[in-house]
Structure formats: structure tokens, C-alpha cells
């Protein structure tokens, strides 16, 4: 049975960091696509940052690009979002989530996944 269970979110001031980290079990990290999306109030979800594990690629939403980064330890079953330079706007409910089978790319659309997360909160604001 896969699980993805987020932890790391908080409220934090406009210029801070948090580091979100999900703990996977049931499935294997080194084959799959694993993604980060987010869903503000009265938002669609949008999708954050992706890592295929196959061939290592990475990508981002350009509002993120320069201030997130998505790592795995498949060691430990943990992905992580390292996020600085916190902005307003960043708040959201933050989902971790997979895509166990092949993909083409890092999609960027919620239906391609297949397991999620409950999501934690971030919360950027003075």
C-alpha cells in the first residue's frame, strides 16, 4: 500500500525558508516521477516541482525556479522541497505525490498522478 504523509509546514515571514519533507512507503522511489503541487484558497491545485527518478530530471514552475529545490534520500523514503525566499503568494497547502508507472516527462497535471499526499500548510506572511 503506498503512503505519502508531508510534514515541514509552518507560518513563516516573506524572506524566510521551510523544508517540506514526505514519507513514502509502498512503492519504489527509483522508478517512479515524485512531484510537489500546491493549492491556495478558491485555487485550482498547481503543480510545483517534479523529479523523475528514472534518468534524474528536474523541473520547476517558473514563479519557484532559483528559490525551491526537490531532492529525494531514496535511503530514507524522503522527498523534500527546500523553499527560501518566501513569498506571499507561496501560501498554499502543500501536496507531495507520485506517479508509479511510466510517464513522459514530469507532468504538470494532477490527473497523471497516482498517490498523494494530505498536503501541510505554508503559510508566508508579516
Known amino acids: 500500500q503506498v503512503r505519502l504523509v508531508e510534514s515541514g509546514g509552518g507560518v513563516v515571514q516573506p524572506g524566510g525558508s521551510l523544508r517540506l519533507s514526505c514519507r513514502s512507503s509502498g512503492f519504489l522511489m527509483d522508478s517512479s516521477t515524485i512531484g510537489w503541487f500546491r493549492q491556495a484558497p478558491g485555487k485550482e491545485r498547481e503543480w510545483v516541482s517534479g523529479f523523475r527518478n528514472r534518468d534524474g530530471n528536474i523541473d520547476y514552475e517558473d514563479s519557484v525556479k532559483g528559490r525551491f529545490t526537490i531532492s529525494a534520500d531514496y535511503g530514507k523514503n524522503m522527498i523534500y522541497l527546500e523553499m527560501n525566499n518566501l513569498k506571499p503568494e507561496d501560501t498554499a497547502i502543500y501536496f507531495c505525490?507520485?506517479?508509479?508507472?511510466?510517464?513522459?516527462?514530469?507532468?504538470?497535471?494532477?490527473?497523471?498522478?497516482?498517490?498523494w499526499g494530505p498536503g501541510t500548510q505554508v503559510t508566508v506572511s508579516s
Open positions: 505525490t507520485v506517479a508509479v508507472g511510466p510517464r513522459f516527462g514530469i507532468p504538470h497535471n494532477p490527473d497523471d498522478y497516482d498517490y
